[in-house]
């Protein structure tokens, strides 16, 4: 099946700077979504992106699906940031497939 | 319009019991699907149902069953219950069309299993 790597697997950042978080995926994909999973689980719309940028305040997302590998940027990171970042990708059947997530601790 | 919401948000079970965990979608989502998510790990996909039929299964083992109801809510049965079994659930929902299959997930029933 579809395979998932996210990196880095650790950030820590201090308030203000800026990340990129990095998804690289093994097959052609119809799905790509990026999730901010909050500290009670709740996982958290970022973005619909199988495919090309997409901008949401200081968010923002790149797909290169040809080069199977997507980017997040963060920009101005705030506390509020923290948490863990996952990617998860959909190919031919009805599963999200997620990778192992990103945990970003922005510190004050 | 509400989103996606599940019940009870936690469980606690011993081992060899049963247990029911509730989903309803997004008005107007008629598909569902259940994710299982052990700590430090991203979530696994158990079972997706559209217009109440099983449209997709994941590497679970038949202890784990689900179904669709007219309503589109869903429930995921869990028999037998093993220390492993000891996660985060969580239900999504997507829209009716094609064109887009973005999915809206709930906030989980967190299920401990002593």
């Known amino acids: 099946g579809i395979q998932v790597e996210q990196s880095p697997p650790d950030l820590i950042l201090q308030e203000g700077a800026n990340s990129t978080l990095r998804c690289n995926f093994s097959?052609?994909?119809?799905?790509l979504q990026w999730f901010h999973q909050n500290p009670w689980g709740q996982l958290i719309n970022l973005f619909y992106?199988?495919?090309g940028t997409k901008q949401n305040g200081r968010l923002s997302a790149t797909t290169v699906a040809t080069e199977r590998y997507s980017l997040l940027y963060i920009s101005s990171s705030q506390t509020t940031d923290s948490g863990v970042y996952f990617c998860?990708?959909?190919?031919?059947?009805?599963?999200?497939?997620f990778g192992k997530g990103t945990k970003l601790t922005v510190n004050p | 319009d509400a989103g996606v919401t599940q019940s009870p948000t936690h469980l606690i079970k011993t081992r060899g019991q049963h247990v029911t965990l509730r989903c309803s979608p997004i008005s107007g989502h008629k598909s569902v699907s259940w994710y299982q998510q052990v700590l430090g790990q991203g979530p696994q996909f158990i079972f997706q149902?559209?217009?109440?039929?099983?449209?997709g299964r994941g590497n679970f083992p038949d202890r784990f069953s689900a179904r669709q109801f007219p309503n589109y809510s869903s429930e995921l049965n869990v028999n037998a219950l093993l220390l492993g079994d000891s996660a985060l659930y969580l239900c999504?929902?997507?829209?009716?069309?094609?064109?887009?299959?973005?999915?809206?997930f709930g906030p989980g029933t967190r299920l401990t299993v002593l």
């Open positions: 999504a929902s997507s829209p009716p069309y094609r064109a887009s299959n973005e999915q809206f």
């Open positions: 992106i199988p495919s």
């Open positions: 998860a990708v959909q190919g031919g059947s009805e599963k999200l497939v």
């Open positions: 097959d052609s994909v119809n799905n």
């Open positions: 149902y559209y217009e109440k039929e099983e449209r």
